[in-house]
């Protein structure tokens, strides 16, 4: 019967696991809490590939657990409750080690009816998600469980799977590898940190590599054939979808133009170019606004060339516009001030119009005649002093000129007219 080779090689002690010395290197944590075999409820949180099953087969075969797997995304409550059943049988004398995977798909009834077994102690639960657990996990589990980040996987760590996989090929085929400079390489960092990505590619060269006697070439152009580009991990219901954005918007803000470039091309590598376009023009209003106001026609309108054109020619609108942001002088000063005023609204804040400020479609026989605003343009530097907010609000600042060279002109203009 055929078995994959990332099956074949997943490791069988926690030395053998590549990645996560963070919770798993002597010393850390979940490691101490293996050791000592007095293992909580856990969630076991980050990408595929990186792990978090294979700890769990650890955890059961340590702890001399019985050992049930189930996945949320087929399993139902019925599943469940067969395996309470076999609790306190012979089937599972010192309790069952259940690994339920992608808990996300649970929804909170079926999440729930966990919760007796978990308290009692008689079921230890790992559940494992690729999703944020705060946000896709019911609190009562939460609170019953310790919760352990699985990080994506380092190109250098994925090299070391990368060559115990053709090590163990090798020996598996009795053929010698001859790796081309950089092929090897390549895998470990095209994997996006996916062990088992890697192990497939390893195992693809070899199965459809051209045999010269005893030896088998492993050619850069094989490998870039058959690695999937797992880098790009984007799905646009996961949070690697909006980690990605938050990088580009954060990498722009904090004007470094090959950070922007880097997760640009990302995006759109992963073809989520309407999600970056999107994102290019709140960063243009947000980001940059008022320090340089002709951005926001500008990005739009690299925007508006990007969408016409289409990939690949896209790409270069985009890029024009993510690193003359990055590289723009910045300014949040317009935004914060709506966002204050917004506050003071939402707290009930601002009375009635001033009696000046109001249309004069308001004025009627019953009501007064005039209103008595004084019309700017009829001013010297079109402005004269009045009140425009509610009674309740007068002196109130929301706004503060930001320390940039164009809003600095503005309140240098502006302190000049009202002698500030």
Known sequence: ??????????????????????????????????????????????????????????IAKQTNRTLYKLNATTASTADIKEIVSQLDTFMAPNGVLLYLDEIQSFNKKQQQSLL??????KITLIASTTENPYFYVFNAILSRSTIFEFKQIDAPAALQAVRRAVRFMEERTALTA????????????????????????????????????????????????????????ADRDGDNFYDLLSALQKSIRGSDPDAACHY???????????????R????????VGLAYPQI???VNACVDMALKLGMPEARIPLGDAAVLMATSPKSNSAHIALDAAMADIRKGRGGDFPRHLQNVHADSYTMEREQGYLYPHDFPNHWVRQQYLPDD??????????PNKLEQSAKAYWDAIKKE
């Open 296 to 298: 926001i026609p500008i």
């Open 280 to 287: 290019l023009m709140v960063i243009a209003a947000e980001d």
């Open 264 to 278: 640009l091309g990302r995006l759109l590598e992963a073809g989520q170019m309407q999600s970056a376009c999107r």
């Open 178 to 233: 001859v790796p081309e400079e950089g092929a090897l390489e390549y895998i470990a960092r095209a994997c996006g940190g996916d062990l088992r990505k890697a192990m497939n590619a390893v195992e693809v060269l070899f199965s459809a590599g051209q045999v010269e006697g005893d030896r088998i070439p492993l050619t850069l152009a094989d490998a870039k054939a058959v690695t999937q580009k797992s880098a790009l991990r």
């Open 393 to 402: 609000l007068v002196g109130k600042k929301y706004y503060e000129y930001g």
């Open 1 to 58: 019967m055929y078995q994959p080779l990332a099956d074949l090689l997943r490791p069988t002690t926690l030395d053998e696991v590549y990645g996560q010395e963070h919770i798993l290197g002597k010393g850390a944590v979940l490691r101490r809490l293996i050791d000592s075999g007095k293992v909580p409820n856990m969630v076991f949180y980050g990408p595929s590939g990186t792990g978090k099953t294979t700890v769990a087969n650890i």
């Open 116 to 121: 007796e077994h978990i308290e009692n102690g």
